[in-house]
């Protein structure tokens, strides 16, 4: 390969913009993780930065090592080899409840709700850290309210449509306040209706400071809403840049379709 005229850098640059209120350093940051499980190297010296204030997708084929990816950054597997960090703290032996309780919120590929609670007894779920029981709940139907799901507040969480479920899990993950919010596929198979809201709440929390790291399969929501893209392939980060960079990138089309060059050759 080549390479690419463009910004596109590999690997552990921290290219591409803040955004919006970006304060510019790394909010959360993956150094050199290393990964296997048996005999799959899920990943490989993996590094990836995500910049304080700025919605970052990750994306990459099926098996490249997204989840995985994620599960090192918050806690819910060791790495083999390489470090994590959030902002200069190592977080690389931190347990998940700790990471949580640090400002790292994830949500899960496949959604981990409590389907016989009702939606809001599944909000009230994390502990209430001092808060008073009124103050938990008001703020629970608030961020139903905010995710537009308050109208389900007391039906059991199981009979809420897909999409709707990837919404209580955005709502229950910010219960924590989190300054980072990983999103493992928040659109996958969800209404696109649906998809538009969840873009467009992103897109206000992002506003009023937070960061994002979003691994999603639909291009258009992570084309039209991240800052900046990272392409895993095979447990290594193959390209970071701006979307429309990326988008045209050769390395990220061989990751995809497995030809850089798929304009001429037939
Ligand atoms: P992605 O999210 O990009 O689809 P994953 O991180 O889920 O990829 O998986 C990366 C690779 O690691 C795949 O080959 C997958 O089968 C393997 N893998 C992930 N988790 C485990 C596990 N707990 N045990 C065994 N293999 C795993
Ligand atoms: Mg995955």
Redo the contacts with the bound molecule.
Sequence with gaps: MTGHPGAVTDGTGAAGAAGAGGAGGAALRAAGVT?A??G????ADCSLTVPAGAITGLI????????????VMTGY?RPDAGQVFLGERPITAAPPHRVFALGVGRTF?LTRIFPRLTVLENMLVPSLRGRSRRHERDRAMDLLAFTGIASHAGKLAGTLSYGQRKLLELAYVLIAEPQVVLL?EPAGGVNPSLVHHIADRIRELNKAGRTFLI?EHNMDFVMTLCHQVTV?DS?TVVATGPPDMVRTDPRVLDAYLGTGDDDDQD
């Design positions: 990964k499980f048996g799959v190297q899920a990943l990459g084929p099926n098996g490249s090592g997204k989840t995985t990816l994620f599960n597997e590929q493992d691994v895993l447990g």
